[in-house]
Nanobody, 118 residues
Framework: QVQLVESGGGLAQAGGSLRLSCAAS????????MGWYRQAPGKERELVAGITRGGTTNYADSVKSRFTISRDNAKNTVYLQMNSLKPEDTAVYYC????????????WGQGTQVTVSS
């Protein structure tokens, strides 16, 4: 049973920083991509950032130069450092994992709320 446990969300002021963590457990196969998605009220879930096992990253245009994704393969953990936060970053952030063996199967965390006040 795959478990993704997220932490680090909360309340920040505009211009502030938060760091999200997501630890994966119960995964039988080697993890390929790890990523963060977010969903604001009334909006669709969108990709924020992703990282492959080899370290290749991609970011949504709205967060480039402000957010940094990283991972620790030995710990099956992915991080999202969020700097220069804006009120429009307010959303529930979800961790996502896909393995090499099942590349089309998405595993999701329970979500962590990030709220940025102006």
């Amino acid at each position: 049973q795959v478990q993704l446990v997220e932490s680090g969300g909360g309340l920040a002021q505009a211009g502030g920083s938060l760091r999200l963590s997501c630890a994966a457990s119960g995964i039988t196969f080697v993890i390929n991509t790890m990523g963060w998605y977010r969903q604001a009220p009334g909006k669709e879930r969108e990709l924020v950032a992703g990282i492959t096992r080899g370290g290749t990253t991609n970011y949504a245009d709205s967060v480039k130069s402000r957010f940094t994704i990283s991972r620790d393969n030995a710990k099956n953990t992915v991080y999202l450092q969020m700097n220069s936060l804006k009120p429009e970053d307010t959303a529930v952030y979800y961790c996502n994992v896909r393995t090499f063996r099942e590349p089309n199967k998405n595993s999701w965390g329970q979500g962590t709320q990030v709220t940025v006040s102006s």
